[in-house]
């Protein structure tokens, strides 16, 4: 047959048999209730009379045992019974393979529609729950919205309404001859998942346009026709980038986790993203929204997060997505990467800092015991996607914050690109921004490629953050915080003043990024300090100090320090806090 994806546009689902194992509460509950009415029935008969509607069906079978049938009134009265007996029985599970169904037509783009004859208030409360994500507002049709319940066409005609298709553009979703019957006479293409005990002739019969097994059967045909109409994750990220530009950004997140497969999608954003960008986030099953803000990067928020994907049902089939700043990316980051020992992500930066340096290296943590990062892993994302409409929406002061770590990169590895930032103004042009951020996340996945694990090559990305890391706590500690970017800048200005002293860099290189970067973009450290503007003589002691605290130093009393021959030549030396070169350096 045709590739479902490709030639409908919704599916009809039913939900007992379908989304739930219910039905063998549902046929106890009948059997009880209308063996206390006095008409005997076989309990499996049910699965046959299963789609009409509750008062249908005692209609049918009271005419068949006394030859008459029941007022409107009679069925609610009996109709409620049998409700009470299906609610002592339990909650009924989640079908298994449900999940998988309903997420592969989602990633396919096909509307979803329930469409079921029950009225039975317990299980359509759990639809959002046990389903996030997977059925929209007023995308419903149940026994109080119809006149007529199946075999009768008109469930299904109103479910492919409010899909907005004609109903040759939806599929059904049945486990009941019954419903099949009303499928075929609303002119869906019908599929029946033989969940219960009806003969699989029974289906044949009502002409079943195509019959599973079970429902992980169609599942997994549902998925192998996915892989038909959805690219391959190697041929979104070719040559073996996992970075990907884009002006498309719903459009490419939906296809791209499409290509991976997954059960469900999560998304981890902040209020300050989703207020602006909500829109791009529909391709998500659940969202966890945080605060702004650098706290949320603790245990406590970890804590939070992988409560939200343990009380969801996240398993090491699902995918994170971050579409955020630093913090989101690398707390999302470091909790994908933990959580059953591994479960897959994206990272979707929405800041420049993101784009050209935080989301990129498969650096995740999270901070501890007031150190940046302290606690975290390596974890490569699945992809790294940027899109530079939300570099516009951002404040100056946010741009300017990530400029620092583009220059950091043209600085480190493309000489002529540092000249034009030097020479323009990033701020105002922004295809020179777009060029600066995209040759950051370039070089830095290229680094990283060559050495995962910092061992050798990416130890030159630590260029400005040994001093920029020490600005940036002490800055916070004295209750006066700075933007990453800002303590990176005032770091790298640093790191240049040793290159100068340490590694041969001409005065007038240092003297050139002062002029036309440090000062022209940044303000100065809000630092106490002497009359010549350096560091109170307290404050550089602190400073040394958290220095010495670094990740990167690799011996007691020293510290590592990447410095500059000249622009595009970086050189690592281990340098003794106790030389005065650092103190007055500052």
């Known amino acids: 047959m045709d590739n479902i994806f490709k030639r409908r546009r919704a599916a009809l689902i039913d939900m007992d048999g379908v989304l739930y194992d219910s039905m063998p509460g549902h046929t106890l509950a009948w059997k009880r209730m209308m063996a206390g009415a006095g008409v005997d029935c076989d309990r499996d008969e049910f699965y046959l009379y299963e789609g009409m509607t509750g008062a249908a069906t005692i209609d049918l079978l009271f005419r068949r045992a006394f030859g008459h049938g029941v007022t409107p009134e009679e069925a609610a009265a009996l109709y409620a019974v049998k409700s009470r007996y299906f609610k002592e029985w339990g909650k009924a599970p989640a079908m298994p393979g449900a999940s998988r169904m309903l997420a592969a037509l989602k990633r396919g783009g096909l509307e979803r529609v329930l469409v079921t004859g029950s009225g039975q208030a317990s299980l359509l409360d759990s639809i959002s729950h046990d389903y996030p994500g997977m059925f929209g507002a007023g995308m419903r049709v149940t026994a109080h919205d119809v006149t007529h319940g199946k075999p009768d066409p008109e469930p299904y005609l109103l479910g492919a309404g409010k899909a907005g298709v004609s109903p040759d553009d939806a599929i059904v979703i049945e486990n009941a001859p019954l419903g099949v019957r009303a499928g075929k006479a609303a002119g869906c293409f019908t599929i029946a998942v033989t969940t219960g005990p009806i003969p699989r002739a029974e289906f044949e019969r009502e002409g079943a346009d195509m019959i599973f097994g079970s429902m992980t059967e169609f599942a997994d045909f549902l998925e192998a026709q996915l892989r038909e109409v959805i690219p391959a994750t190697e041929?979104?990220?070719?040559?073996?980038?996992?970075?990907?530009?884009?002006?498309?950004?719903?459009?490419?997140?939906?296809?791209?986790?499409?290509?991976?497969?997954?059960?469900?999608?999560?998304?981890?954003?902040?209020?300050?993203?989703?207020?602006?960008?909500?829109?791009?986030?529909?391709?998500?099953?659940?969202?966890?929204?945080?605060?702004?803000?650098?706290?949320?990067?603790?245990?406590?928020?970890?804590?939070?997060?992988?409560?939200?994907?343990?009380?969801?049902?996240?398993?090491?089939?699902?995918?994170?997505?971050?579409?955020?700043?630093?913090?989101?990316?690398?707390?999302?980051?470091?909790?994908?990467?933990?959580?059953?020992?591994?479960?897959?992500?994206?990272?979707?930066?929405?800041?420049?800092?993101?784009?050209?340096?935080?989301?990129?290296?498969?650096?995740?943590?999270?901070?501890?015991?007031?150190l940046k990062n302290e606690v975290g892993s390596f974890a490569d994302a699945e992809?790294?996607?940027?899109?530079?409409?939300?570099?516009?929406?951002?404040?100056?002061?946010?741009?300017?914050?990530?400029?620092?770590?583009?220059?950091?990169?043209?600085?480190?590895?493309?000489?002529?690109?540092?000249?034009?930032?030097?020479?323009?103004?990033?701020?105002?042009d922004g295809p020179l921004m777009d060029d600066a951020v995209a040759h950051a996340a370039r070089a830095k996945e290229e680094i990283v490629r060559i050495d995962p694990k910092e061992k050798g090559l990416r130890r030159i990305l630590n260029f400005g953050h040994t001093a920029g890391h020490a600005f940036e706590?002490?800055?916070?500690?004295?209750?006066?915080?700075?933007?990453?970017?800002?303590?990176?800048?005032?770091?790298?200005?640093?790191?240049?003043?040793?290159?100068?002293?340490?590694?041969?860099?001409?005065?007038?290189?240092?003297?050139?990024?002062?002029?036309?970067?440090?000062?022209?973009?940044?303000?100065?450290?809000?630092?106490?300090?002497?009359?010549?503007?350096?560091?109170?003589?307290?404050?550089?002691?602190?400073?040394?100090?958290?220095?010495?605290?670094?990740?990167?130093?690799?011996?007691?009393?020293?510290?590592?320090?990447?410095?500059?021959?000249?622009?595009?030549?970086?050189?690592?030396?281990?340098?003794?806090?106790?030389?005065?070169?650092?103190?007055?350096?500052?």
């Open 235 to 370: 041929t979104l990220l070719p040559n073996g980038s996992r970075v990907i530009r884009t002006d498309r950004l719903r459009d490419t997140l939906r296809v791209f986790t499409a290509s991976l497969h997954p059960d469900r999608i999560f998304l981890l954003t902040d209020e300050n993203v989703e207020r602006e960008w909500s829109q791009t986030m529909d391709v998500a099953d659940v969202r966890l929204t945080l605060t702004p803000g650098e706290a949320a990067k603790s245990v406590e928020g970890a804590s939070r997060v992988w409560q939200w994907l343990s009380d969801n049902g996240a398993t090491r089939r699902s995918v994170l997505v971050n579409m955020g700043g630093g913090v989101v990316t690398d707390l999302g980051g470091f909790c994908a990467s933990t959580f059953r020992r591994g479960i897959r992500f994206v990272n979707v930066p929405t800041t420049v800092l993101g784009a050209a340096d935080a989301a990129i290296g498969g650096k995740t943590g999270i901070d501890f015991a007031g």
């Open 383 to 428: 992809a790294v996607m940027i899109d530079p409409a939300f570099f516009a929406t951002l404040p100056d002061e946010e741009r300017v914050s990530g400029f620092a770590e583009a220059v950091k990169m043209a600085i480190l590895t493309d000489a002529e690109l540092y000249g034009r930032l030097l020479d323009g103004d990033a701020l105002t």
């Open 473 to 586: 706590m002490r800055c916070a500690a004295l209750g006066r915080p700075i933007s990453h970017g800002m303590a990176v800048a005032h770091g790298i200005g640093y790191a240049l003043r040793l290159s100068v002293a340490l590694a041969g860099l001409p005065a007038e290189e240092a003297e050139r990024y002062d002029d036309r970067i440090l000062r022209r973009y940044f303000p100065p450290l809000p630092l106490p300090t002497q009359p010549d503007g350096s560091p109170e003589h307290r404050e550089t002691e602190i400073l040394v100090s958290l220095m010495a605290r670094d990740k990167k130093n690799t011996a007691a009393g020293e510290a590592v320090f990447v410095l500059l021959a000249s622009p595009g030549n970086p050189v690592t030396k281990n340098i003794p806090l106790g030389e005065s070169i650092i103190t007055e350096t500052f």
